[in-house]
Nanobody
């Protein structure tokens, strides 16, 4: 069982930055992949970025490449999402999730944190 708690969301203006945090508790295995997703009003949830818990290999959605950076601190069981040059279209609820490397299904999700970017 894994519990995930996100924080760091807020209201910012376009061009500004935010850093989201996701603290994981429970049994974190080396074979896990941590992911960030987001869901805007009236839209489906979409992938943002992932990072391997041990290897640290990262992937990004095209829409955030060059602006967002995913990172982790294994000692703190925490995954971060540094978001720079924010745009109004980045407005969404951001969720942290976990899956096993061998699976495509994210079995554990956090409650989400709201990010609002004003123009």
């Amino acid at each position: 069982q894994v519990q995930l708690v996100e924080s760091g969301g807020g209201l910012v203006q376009a061009g500004e930055s935010l850093r989201l945090s996701c603290v994981a508790s429970g049994r974190i295995l080396s074979t896990y992949v941590m992911g960030w997703f987001r869901q805007a009003p009236g839209k489906e949830r979409e992938f943002v970025a992932t990072i391997g818990w041990i290897g640290g290999i990262t992937t990004y959605a095209d829409s955030v490449k060059g602006r967002f950076t995913i990172s982790k601190d294994n000692a703190k069981n925490t995954v971060y999402l540094q978001m720079n040059s924010l745009k109004p279209e980045d407005t969404a609820v951001y969720y942290c999730a976990v899956r096993r490397v061998v699976s495509t299904d994210y079995g554990y999700w956090g409650q989400g944190t709201q990010v609002t970017v004003s123009s």
